[in-house]
Structures are given as structure tokens and as C-alpha cells.
């Protein structure tokens, strides 16, 4: 009913910056918010970042004011604008979305995943 696609990720130094995208397709009005989830090998999935259909942002306390989460509805995409990258950062990121986008309960639909590698 819905399909997310990704792109963006990527190798960069320390310090560098990223941004990813999620287009979505389908039955986009099933969608109330969007976000982002990580993945590091032997860790838990954590929330990076989401936007409401209303604009209400949230991120993870590591992120805050490294981060940027936007959307542009005329193409709706999402974006995360992610700068000053810490090796911390790497990870699998998915984009998600559906009726809640939070650190406890993720939407329904997932993007394939983006390879985020933050090394010098």
C-alpha cells in the first residue's frame, strides 16, 4: 500500500556530512508521520528522528542539533540532513511510516535500508 524508497547513505569522514531521502508511494494518505531508524550491528534499533503531518519534530538526544528532519510534500519526501558525523553514527538507517513514528512504536511501512559508515 505504501512503498519507501531510500537514498543518501554512504562513507564519510569525522565531521562530514550526509543527507538522506525517503520518497513515498502508494496510499500516502495512510501516512500521519515519518522518520528515521538506525541499526548498528550487536545494537538495539533506536529512533533518529520523526516529522508529523503537522511538523511536530523529534530526535534522539545523541542527534539533537547535529540532525535536521524535513519534508517537502510536493514530492513527499522526507529528508535527514545529517552533519557533523561521529563514528557513533554508523549504522543501517530505515526510513518508516505510518500512524506513529516514535521510540516505541514504529509505523507500518519500511524503506530498504541505507548504509551510513561515518570513518576516517
Known amino acids: 500500500q505504501v512503498q519507501l524508497v531510500e537514498s543518501g547513505g554512504g562513507l564519510v569522514q569525522p565531521g562530514g556530512s550526509l543527507r538522506l531521502s525517503c520518497a513515498a508511494s502508494g496510499s500516502i494518505f495512510r501516512i500521519y508521520a515519518m522518520g528515521w531508524y538506525r541499526q548498528a550491528p550487536g545494537k538495539q534499533r533506536e529512533l533518529v528522528a520523526a516529522?508529523?503531518?503537522?511538523?511536530?519534530?523529534n530526535y534522539a538526544d545523541s542527534v539533537k542539533g547535529r540532525f535536521t528532519i524535513s519534508r517537502d510534500n510536493a514530492k513527499n519526501t522526507v529528508y535527514l540532513q545529517m552533519n557533523s558525523l561521529k563514528p557513533e553514527d554508523t549504522a543501517v538507517y530505515y526510513c518508516n511510516a505510518g500512524q506513529f513514528v516514535t521510540a516505541t512504536t514504529a509505523g507500518d511501512y519500511w524503506g530498504q535500508g541505507t548504509q551510513v559508515e561515518v570513518s576516517s
Open positions: 516529522i508529523t503531518r503537522g511538523g511536530t519534530t
